[in-house]
């Protein structure tokens, strides 16, 4: 695989960070995430992933935290900005600081926050929807009349964040082949989130007509009818994308052909292909499609447009989607030449305790069987740590 022989070491966190070593762990890298002492995780990131619980405040787990991240190829750092400086392994410790010469030089120290790192916010805590707001992504997204609505925490965390992270991550690794160097890799989710906003932005920008207007007046903002999300009779959604004229015009004739012969919702007034390009008429569009979708159950209206350039294919729940393809998402995307990706998509990797594989993982660096007991008697692997041998 292609990342085949990396070291990472994870510090346990939430959402971005997790996901950036899933990426690399899906693809052949070895990821070790630290957690804390009497750390409990939800975190269901972890597959292909081990754990060790070391306890940095005491002397000997810092020395051995700053022992892993010496011989590793990468670490993620998903702490506020200064934290991993107060406990004396901040990158200059390990990449150099100019003056005195670093203990791995090699390392790609990659740090994932939430606002951006010199700005008046660096200090707050934050979540997804904070990074959103102040990315100007989420006055964009659609909503109701009074206010947008936010897509979870997918947009900020993990695809300006830990998406983000990831590919940062690659390119340092690209440059270190030919520099041999390492670098610290910085993100942050409110410039990623902007990154990967970039044609939406700078529509706006320049006042395109795609997002010049307001919210919800624009063509993929819920503005035109023809791009859109409609509830069918049975409660069930469809999705309608069909932008262009020619997509339209086989959506439209579709849909008039197989409503019910007595559906006049507008006393007389019905739709054609030449509708699509009348602002004044949308209103008059939206209601006619808003109440022809209600007259059938979803399934109907998902076979009605299943092979056709409609652009109108069933909102799918998690449940129908993974019987589809599979229920715990795979990598993607597929590259031909990787080996495989061969981590079982099932269950019984997703969650992994912490510290399960603490005594593998110090065997594995090369710490004896004599080491390990100081370590444990030292407390540097947490009261009561675990003894149990490596399932992976």
Known sequence: ????????????????????????????????RIDRPAATSGDVLCRGKRSIVIDSKMPSGRK???ELISAADVVIDPFRPGVLERLGLGPEIFLGDGHKK???????????????????????AGHDINYLALSGVLAMLPGSSEKPSF???????????????????????IERGRTGRGQVV????????????SYPL?????????????????????????????????????????LEPQFFKTFIETFTRVLPTDFDPLNGWKPDAQTQFDRDEWPKLAEYMEKGFLTS???????????????TVPVLTPKEAGEITSYIPKFHPQVSNQSNMNQPLDSKNVIIQPGLHTDAILRDAGFDAGRIQQLRAEGALGKGSLHTPSKL
């Open 102 to 124: 670093g203990l791995n030089e090699k390392l790609i120290f990659a740090r994932i926050v939430g606002f951006p790192r010199t700005g008046p916010h660096k200090d707050m």
């Open 202 to 242: 700078i529509q706006n920008y320049l006042e395109r007509p795609m997002h010049a207007g307001p919210r919800g007046s624009n063509l993929l903002d819920g503005g035109s009818p023809f791009y859109s999300v409609y509830t069918c009779k049975d409660g069930g959604w469809m999705s309608v994308g069909c």
């Open 186 to 197: 910085n993100a942050d989710m409110v410039s990623g989130t902007r990154y990967l906003s």
């Open 151 to 173: 897509p979870s925490n997918i947009l900020a965390d993990f695809a300006g964040g830990g998406l983000m992270c990831a590919v940062g991550i690659l390119l340092a690794l």
């Open 297 to 311: 159950p979803r399934d109907f209206w998902a076979d009605v447009y299943h092979g056709t350039d409609a652009c």
């Open 64 to 66: 051995l935290v700053e």
């Open 1 to 32: 695989m292609a990342l085949a022989g990396l070291k990472v070491i994870e510090f346990a966190g939430l959402a971005p960070g997790p996901f950036a070593g899933l990426i690399l762990a899906d693809n052949g890298a070895s990821v070790t």
